[in-house]
Every structure is written in structure tokens, then in C-alpha cells.
């Protein structure tokens, strides 16, 4: 039945001209026709307010990474990444390699023409040569021909895949591009982060150093116990120890900006923006994720993977049927050098060939059955990268969603936080209170002000990849028109 299944195939190729690769139909998306909605999506931020900027409608893929972030020194930071980034370099390499192959692939559909010239001598026993011609020469130059005449479309399946492959890469070199302007971001927003917490440390490890201070003096003079300076000391020390690994923290953040720029930090940055004055665009619309297939690089590149999986089965098919090569010759040939050229030396052959498999020990059939097997394991793979590129969208509404109203609570907790240590340390100074007091009281006010940066922090970078997730990233300004996916 499958021999019989793979002639009518056949047949249909060569009726139509085409290979026989399966007919390619793109497998339904297997996940909801729209994000979810309701809950902690149902908050997600309007139009501009507050100073806010705004997309104005225009989705992901049509905003300039310049035009979502404004910050001068980000700004820079990552065009000079795009510049000298090594995983981008090699993926713009593989880029290269695939379209080379694609072009040896693409060449065995002509014919191969080459020149040869040769000389022979041989020498016969004198009792085996006639007329004691005990030396023979041969001198022949011409021309060699062969082609192998793709009948049933087994070099067209294979340049089909190579071709297939040659997108997969030049979508997987626009994935890791957009990547790196995301993780560069990132990365900057990590810096920031730990320049908030280091001032947030450093006016903490003050405070403490003065209240110690106090109440060291009032303890010399005998209106302080031991406990209170035990007390007064824990809260300055903590501090003291935070700041050092602060300080680590940061060091070793510029460290992995750098190793994403690809090369050392320039002394000539421009001046940047803190923490909470990036006023990232907040509002650039999901769509549906229908959209996302035509957006995702990730996910045209595992396409173009199936679709070459599909045209490796067409070449597999093919196999089980005759290869006709064609090979020819022409030129001259003679006994001696000075008679190559004379008339009456012309020589030529010709040799068709048919190449029938009859008995392989099975290997075609198993070719076919792993190029089947392969097809369906790039299906898997092109719906789980779309389930993938769904829960990223989702996760950033989800996101986007909550951190506003996150952020609005810690601040008025931290107000609360730092009226409160006022309060302690009054009622300290005037004897109402112990010290107990303003240490929880100056402890939960430097927990709440770490919790703060970090969540701000955490809503820029959750902002810059649901960028990524909507397919940002890839033009430098709104309004450019996209490059290829194998331009350089």
C-alpha cells in the first residue's frame, strides 16, 4: 500500500511539475483566539496621564526601540551592543552559512560542466605488443558534462529545505537581535536599580551612624542603657553590610552589561535618567494572538523549521524512485601531444544512467519514516513555541496590569513607614518609649524602601518584555521600514 501510495505521488509530481513533498497546511494555533481578560488584566494602563508617554495605538513591532526607550544613555548603550555583541555576530554568521549551503544545494539542480586534459603511458611486454610498440601514449584534452535530471523532485525537495533553513536562521538571528535589545535594558535597569538601593543604604547607614552617636553619648552620661547602644549598633552594622554587597551587586551588574555590549564600558556615555524617570510606553495594545505569528520571530522561525521538515519528506519520497543522470564528454584525443589538434581526433561519449533501487535492507523506507517522524516533532515544537510566545503576552498583561497599584500602596506605605520613625524617635528623645521602638521602626522603614525600588524596577523590566513578547525590538525608529531577516 505504501509503494503504491508513493507512485500515485509520483505521478501527481509529474503532472504538475511539483515536488513531492506533502502539501503544507500551517497547524491551528493552539490557544485561545484572545488573552484573557477580567481580574488582573481588567486594570491595564489607558492613554497617557501623568506625564506618562503614550503608543497612540501603534502596535509593538511599529515602535523604534529609540521611540520606547528615551533614555539618552540606554539609548546608546544598545546600539553600541547591536555593534559588538558576540551572540549576535554569530547568529548573523550561522545567517551566512545557511544561505552558502542553500546555494550548494540550489547548484545541483544544473548541469556541472568541467575541463580535463590528461596523458597516459603504458608500457606492453615485447612479446605481448605488435611491431615491438612497447610504449603506448595517450594524450586527450575535452570537456566533461553530467546532470542529474530531477524528475521526481528530489534536489527541488532539498533546496526547498535548504531554503526553509536559510529563513529559520535569518528569523532565529532577528530573535536573538531583539533579545539584546530587551536584555540590555534589562541589565541597565538592574544598574539603576542598584544605585537606588546603594543611596537608599547609604542615608540608612547615616541615620544609624547618628542615632548611634546619640545614644552612645547618653549612655557615657548615664541616661542610656547598654541595650539601647546594643540596639542602636545592630541597626548600623546591617546597614554597614548591606551597602558592601550592594556595592558588590552593582559592580557585578555593570559586569554583565558590559559582557552584553561586547566591549568595555565608554567613558563618554551620555547623562542618564534615574529609576523612576525612564517613562517606558505603558500602554502599547496586546492585539490578538493571531497576531503574534507574524510578529514573533521565534515563531516564523519554527515554521520555516516545518516547512522544511515537509520539503525533507518530498526528497525521502523521492528516493524510492529512479535517478536519470546524464554524462558526456567531448574533445580530442591522440597518441602523441603534436596530434591532439589534427584532424580526425575528435573523440565524445555518452552515457545516460537510470539508477533503480530494488533492494536498500530497508534504509528508504526507514529515511521516510524519520522524515515523517521529524515533521511532526517540528509541529510540536511550532505550537509549543506559540503556547510560549501566549504565555509571555499574558504574563506581561498580567503585569502591567497589578504594579501600578502595587507601586501607589508601597509608596504610601513608605510615607507611613518614615512617620513613623519620626514618632519613635520623639517619643524616644522624651522618654515615653525604649529604643525598641525606633530600631523596628527605622528596620521596617529601610524594608519597605528596598521593596519599593525593587518593584519599581520589576514593572520597567516586565514593560521591556511584554516590548519583546509584541515583537519589538527589531527597527531602530517608528516609521523605518523593516530590514530583511538576512541583511546585515
Same mark, same amino acid.
Given at each position: 500500500?505504501?509503494?503504491?501510495?508513493?507512485?500515485?505521488?509520483?505521478?501527481?509530481?509529474?503532472?504538475?511539475?511539483?515536488?513531492?513533498?506533502?502539501?503544507?497546511?500551517?497547524?491551528?494555533?493552539?490557544?485561545?483566539?484572545?488573552?484573557?481578560?477580567?481580574?488582573?488584566?481588567?486594570?491595564?494602563?489607558?492613554?497617557?496621564?501623568?506625564?506618562?508617554?503614550?503608543?497612540?495605538?501603534?502596535?509593538?513591532?511599529?515602535?523604534?526601540?529609540?521611540?520606547?526607550?528615551?533614555?539618552?544613555?540606554?539609548?546608546?548603550?544598545?546600539?553600541?551592543?547591536?555593534?559588538?555583541?558576540?551572540?549576535?555576530?554569530? @547568529?548573523?554568521? +550561522?545567517? $551566512? /552559512?545557511?544561505?552558502?549551503?542553500?546555494?550548494?544545494?540550489?547548484?545541483? #539542480?544544473?548541469?556541472? *560542466? =568541467?575541463?580535463?586534459?590528461?596523458?597516459?603511458?603504458?608500457?606492453?611486454?615485447?612479446?605481448?605488443?605488435?611491431?615491438?610498440?612497447?610504449?603506448?601514449?595517450?594524450?586527450?584534452?575535452?570537456?566533461?558534462?553530467?546532470?542529474?535530471?530531477?524528475?521526481?523532485?528530489?534536489?527541488?525537495?532539498?533546496?526547498?529545505?535548504?531554503?526553509?533553513?536559510?529563513?529559520?536562521?535569518?528569523?532565529?538571528?532577528?530573535?536573538?537581535?531583539?533579545?539584546?535589545?530587551?536584555?540590555?535594558?534589562?541589565?541597565?535597569?538592574?544598574?539603576?536599580?542598584?544605585?537606588?538601593?546603594?543611596?537608599?543604604?547609604?542615608?540608612?547607614?547615616?541615620?544609624?551612624?547618628?542615632?548611634?552617636?546619640?545614644?552612645?553619648?547618653?549612655?557615657?552620661?548615664?541616661?542610656?542603657?547598654?541595650?539601647?547602644?546594643?540596639?542602636?549598633?545592630?541597626?548600623?552594622?546591617? @546597614?554597614?553590610? +548591606?551597602? $558592601? /554587597?550592594?556595592?558588590?551587586?552593582?559592580?557585578?551588574?555593570?559586569?554583565? #552589561?558590559?559582557?552584553? *555590549? =561586547?566591549?568595555?564600558?565608554?567613558?563618554?556615555?551620555?547623562?542618564?535618567?534615574?529609576?523612576?524617570?525612564?517613562?517606558?510606553?505603558?500602554?502599547?495594545?496586546?492585539?490578538?494572538?493571531?497576531?503574534?505569528?507574524?510578529?514573533?520571530?521565534?515563531?516564523?522561525?519554527?515554521?520555516?523549521?516545518?516547512?522544511?521538515?515537509?520539503?525533507?519528506?518530498?526528497?525521502?519520497?523521492?528516493?524510492?524512485?529512479?535517478?536519470?543522470?546524464?554524462?558526456?564528454?567531448?574533445?580530442?584525443?591522440?597518441?602523441?601531444?603534436?596530434?591532439?589538434?589534427?584532424?580526425?581526433?575528435?573523440?565524445?561519449?555518452?552515457?545516460?544512467?537510470?539508477?533503480?533501487?530494488?533492494?536498500?535492507?530497508?534504509?528508504?523506507?526507514?529515511?521516510?519514516?524519520?522524515?515523517?517522524?521529524?515533521?511532526?516533532?517540528?509541529?510540536?515544537?511550532?505550537?509549543?513555541?506559540?503556547?510560549?510566545?501566549?504565555?509571555?503576552?499574558?504574563?506581561?498583561?498580567?503585569?502591567?496590569?497589578?504594579?501600578?497599584?502595587?507601586?501607589?500602596?508601597?509608596?504610601?506605605?513608605?510615607?507611613?513607614?518614615?512617620?513613623?520613625?519620626?514618632?519613635?524617635?520623639?517619643?524616644?528623645?522624651?522618654?515615653?518609649?525604649?529604643?525598641?521602638?525606633?530600631?523596628?521602626?527605622?528596620?521596617?522603614?529601610?524594608?519597605?524602601?528596598?521593596?519599593?525600588?525593587?518593584?519599581?524596577?520589576?514593572?520597567?523590566?516586565?514593560?521591556?518584555?511584554?516590548?519583546?513578547?509584541?515583537?519589538?525590538?527589531?527597527?531602530?525608529?517608528?516609521?523605518?521600514?523593516?530590514?530583511?531577516?538576512?541583511?546585515?
Amino acid at each position: 500500500m505504501r509503494r503504491l501510495s508513493l507512485i500515485a505521488a509520483a505521478i501527481a509530481a509529474l503532472a504538475t511539475g511539483c515536488t513531492m513533498a506533502p502539501k503544507y497546511e500551517r497547524p491551528a494555533a493552539p490557544v485561545s483566539s484572545s488573552f484573557p481578560t477580567g481580574g488582573v488584566y481588567a486594570t491595564q494602563p489607558a492613554a497617557a496621564h501623568d506625564g506618562a508617554r503614550s503608543a497612540n495605538g501603534a502596535f509593538a513591532a511599529d515602535i523604534g526601540w529609540r521611540d520606547f526607550f528615551v533614555d539618552a544613555r540606554l539609548q546608546r548603550l544598545i546600539d553600541i551592543a547591536l555593534k559588538n555583541n558576540r551572540d549576535l555576530r554569530v @547568529a548573523m554568521l +550561522n545567517v $551566512q /552559512a545557511a544561505q552558502a549551503q542553500y546555494r550548494i544545494t540550489r547548484s545541483e #539542480l544544473f548541469p556541472t *560542466l =568541467g575541463a580535463q586534459a590528461s596523458q597516459s603511458k603504458q608500457r606492453t611486454p615485447a612479446n605481448m605488443s605488435l611491431f615491438n610498440q612497447t610504449i603506448q601514449n595517450t594524450y586527450s584534452v575535452g570537456l566533461n558534462a553530467s546532470w542529474e535530471i530531477d524528475l521526481f523532485g528530489r534536489v527541488q525537495s532539498l533546496k526547498d529545505q535548504a531554503l526553509a533553513k536559510y529563513f529559520a536562521t535569518g528569523y532565529a538571528r532577528k530573535a536573538v537581535e531583539i533579545s539584546l535589545v530587551s536584555q540590555v535594558a534589562t541589565q541597565y535597569l538592574q544598574v539603576l536599580q542598584a544605585d537606588d538601593l546603594l543611596a537608599v543604604t547609604r542615608q540608612t547607614l547615616k541615620s544609624a551612624s547618628d542615632s548611634y552617636r546619640i545614644v552612645k553619648l547618653q549612655f557615657d552620661n548615664g541616661a542610656a542603657s547598654e541595650l539601647d547602644v546594643s540596639q542602636a549598633s545592630t541597626v548600623m552594622e546591617s @546597614a554597614a553590610a +548591606n551597602l $558592601q /554587597a550592594q556595592e558588590r551587586a552593582r559592580a557585578q551588574a555593570v559586569n554583565a #552589561l558590559v559582557l552584553l *555590549l =561586547g566591549e568595555p564600558m565608554p567613558a563618554d556615555l551620555p547623562g542618564g535618567m534615574p529609576l523612576d524617570g525612564q517613562k517606558l510606553l505603558t500602554d502599547i495594545p496586546a492585539g490578538v494572538p493571531s497576531d503574534l505569528l507574524l510578529r514573533r520571530p521565534d515563531i516564523m522561525e519554527a515554521e520555516q523549521n516545518l516547512l522544511a521538515a515537509n520539503a525533507n519528506i518530498g526528497a525521502a519520497r523521492a528516493a524510492f524512485f529512479p535517478r536519470i543522470s546524464l554524462t558526456g564528454s567531448f574533445g580530442t584525443l591522440s597518441p602523441s601531444l603534436g596530434g591532439l589538434f589534427a584532424a580526425g581526433s575528435a573523440a565524445w561519449g555518452f552515457a545516460p544512467t537510470i539508477t533503480l533501487p530494488i533492494f536498500e535492507g530497508g534504509q528508504n523506507l526507514a529515511n521516510l519514516d524519520l522524515a515523517n517522524i521529524e515533521k511532526k516533532i517540528e509541529v510540536a515544537q511550532y505550537e509549543k513555541t506559540i503556547q510560549s510566545a501566549f504565555r509571555d503576552v499574558a504574563d506581561g498583561l498580567a503585569a502591567r496590569g497589578t504594579f501600578d497599584q502595587q507601586i501607589a500602596a508601597l509608596e504610601r506605605d513608605t510615607a507611613a513607614q518614615q512617620r513613623r520613625l519620626d514618632l519613635s524617635a520623639l517619643r524616644y528623645r522624651q522618654g515615653v518609649d525604649s529604643y525598641l521602638g525606633v530600631l523596628t521602626a527605622q528596620q521596617d522603614l529601610y524594608a519597605v524602601q528596598q521593596t519599593l525600588i525593587a518593584a519599581r524596577t520589576q514593572r520597567l523590566a516586565s514593560l521591556v518584555t511584554l516590548y519583546q513578547a509584541l515583537g519589538g525590538g527589531w527597527i531602530e525608529r517608528t516609521g523605518d521600514v523593516p530590514r530583511e531577516v538576512g541583511a546585515g
